[in-house]
């Protein structure tokens, strides 16, 4: 898996809504950059030394620029912080080429984009993306107020302004989004689309689910995960396919930092099991999955897990390294 990155310089930073801010990243030597499809996102490589991803929010048809949305997080781990706080127009940051776990399905008859708070970042490119085409979609934005809704204006000025809902928490109660109703009759040709807040996912997931929606017409990306730790986790061992090494996984680490100190490095970004950067094959043994990445039909596959943050049900993992 490459680790290149690109050198991009903050052409523009500025306030889009209450805690949100937006940076347009260009090329530092001036040249195009990686073409992306909607949904895709970048690492950012950030001054405190972490890595974040964010979603690319313009139109993919622009090579001059990429677009990012940025909420400060009161709960975050030190990234969004750093982006508003020590991210200025001209500094220059190391980027990652685009990456898309999150694409739209092109079979698709109709699709409806599910957008919670920032997480409207790759749905609206999607939205862009699919008005361009001349596709079939309806889109539902839901925030706690118009003052932190990011793309507010860009939204009501484009040409695909009547086929979104907005939804704001403190608004009256006949613009309340109604996911019940939204997800209640499933259709073989409509695709879903979501991503926000976990409890935002969690909740349309479920209902949809719930109300007989294929997995394979289900498409979402989280931004964080809730760290699972447990005073139940114990050690157990890895076993590396391609040497027949054994290492211990102590109750306390995690599979790639135990890897990493035997001198294994495995390719991490989010560290948070949302992005799928150090997907790694299971050859034997049960994993405990603890992602928020893989479907649950992955998942229950046993084939594969996310070892910086999945551990292990079985005393001993063999891994495809």
């Known amino acids: 898996m490459?680790?290149?990155t690109l050198k991009v310089r903050v052409a523009r930073k500025a306030a889009e809504a209450t805690d949100i801010q937006i940076f347009e990243l260009?090329?530092?030597?001036?040249?195009?950059?990686?073409a992306f499809s909607a949904g895709a996102h970048i690492d950012v490589h950030l001054p405190n030394g972490i890595i974040r991803q964010y979603s690319l929010c313009n139109d993919p048809g622009e090579r001059h620029r990429y677009l990012i949305g940025?909420?400060?997080?009161?709960?975050?781990?030190?990234g969004s912080q750093a982006m508003h706080d020590s991210v200025h127009e001209?500094?220059?940051?190391?980027?990652?080429?685009?990456?898309n776990h999150f694409p739209l399905a092109h079979e698709a008859q109709h699709s409806l984009l599910l957008a919670g708070g920032i997480g409207v970042t790759p749905i609206l490119c999607m939205a862009e993306r699919l008005a361009i085409s001349g596709a079939a979609f309806e889109m539902h934005y839901c925030t706690r107020?118009?003052?932190?809704?990011?793309f507010l204006q860009r939204i009501r000025n484009s040409s695909f302004a009547s086929r979104v809902q907005m939804h704001f928490d403190d608004g009256a109660a006949a613009q309340r989004f109604d996911l019940?109703?939204?997800l209640a009759a499933p259709e073989p040709g409509t695709h879903l689309y979501v991503c926000g807040p976990k409890g935002f996912m969690d909740a349309v997931l479920a209902t949809a689910r719930s109300s007989g929606w294929p997995e394979t017409q289900l498409h979402y990306e989280?931004?964080?995960?809730?760290?699972q730790q447990s005073d139940g986790d114990t050690a157990f061992e890895v076993r590396l396919a391609s040497s027949g090494r054994t290492l211990t996984v102590a109750a306390n680490q995690t599979v790639t930092t135990a890897l990493a100190a035997a001198g294994v490095e495995v390719p991490t970004s989010c560290e948070q099991g949302v992005c799928g950067t150090c997907l790694t094959r299971i050859l034997a043994g049960e994993p405990d999955h603890r992602d928020a990445y893989l479907t649950p039909e992955e998942q229950a596959a046993n084939?594969?897990?996310?070892?910086?943050?999945?551990?292990?049900?079985?005393?001993?993992?063999?891994l495809d390294l």
């Open 26 to 34: 260009v090329a530092a030597d001036g040249s195009p950059l990686p």
């Open 303 to 318: 084939d594969q897990f996310l070892p910086c943050c999945s551990r292990a049900r079985s005393p001993l993992l063999i």
């Open 2 to 4: 490459s680790t290149a």
């Open 70 to 78: 940025v909420l400060r997080d009161p709960a975050s781990r030190g």
């Open 145 to 150: 107020s118009p003052e932190r809704t990011a």
């Open 90 to 99: 001209g500094d220059l940051l190391q980027i990652s080429g685009p990456k």
């Open 180 to 182: 019940a109703k939204v």
């Open 222 to 227: 989280f931004f964080a995960a809730e760290l």
